[in-house]
């Protein structure tokens, strides 16, 4: 199924006119930095180079793929992200919370100083990230701090599994 091609002008008047179906959408180049957006249908969209810094979407389906985006100070709550893609973004101080995260992919995304209180049945997986607290992980895990954890405890000299 091809994406539908929106311009921001364009999102911002339906959503006002009362659509929160927004499924398959292609929207690039954007800013919508600051807006509140609730109850949105994102399922399949793309975003690419989109300024989502301080946006706060509440309720929203997720599960759509944010190509360097920007999340910086974003507050993302009671989303559905399961099996969401995140590639290059920055979520540097996002507030992401009471998130399904099922199957959400975080590749060489920058979670510093972000907040992250979420559920989900699979872990999330993770590709070349900085966490939280500044520190980078290289490589592919479903747990950014199990790395650490197995290090300590083989400068213990404990069994690692």
Not at 75 to 86: H, K, M, R, T, Y
Request: proline content about 1%; glycine content about 6%.
């Amino acid at each position: 199924m091809e994406r539908e091609r929106v311009t921001v002008e364009e999102f911002l008047r339906r959503y006002a006119a009362g659509e929160r179906d927004f499924q398959q959408i292609l929207l690039e180049y954007a800013d919508l930095s600051g807006v509140e957006l609730q109850g949105i249908n994102l399922d399949g969209a793309q975003f690419s180079y989109v300024n989502l810094s301080s946006i706060k979407l509440r309720h929203c389906d997720l599960r759509a793929e944010f190509i360097y985006c920007n999340f910086r100070d974003a507050l993302i709550e009671n989303c559905d992200l399961e099996w969401a893609w995140f590639y290059d973004c920055d979520l540097r101080g996002a507030n992401i919370r009471l998130c399904d995260v099922t199957s959400t992919h975080f590749i060489r995304v920058n979670l510093q100083g972000a907040t992250r209180n979420n559920s989900g049945k699979d872990p999330c997986e993770f590709w070349d990230v900085v966490r939280e607290d500044r520190v980078f992980v290289p490589g592919f895990t479903s747990n950014l701090y199990i790395a650490e954890r197995i290090a300590e405890r083989k400068t213990k000299g404990d069994d690692v599994f």
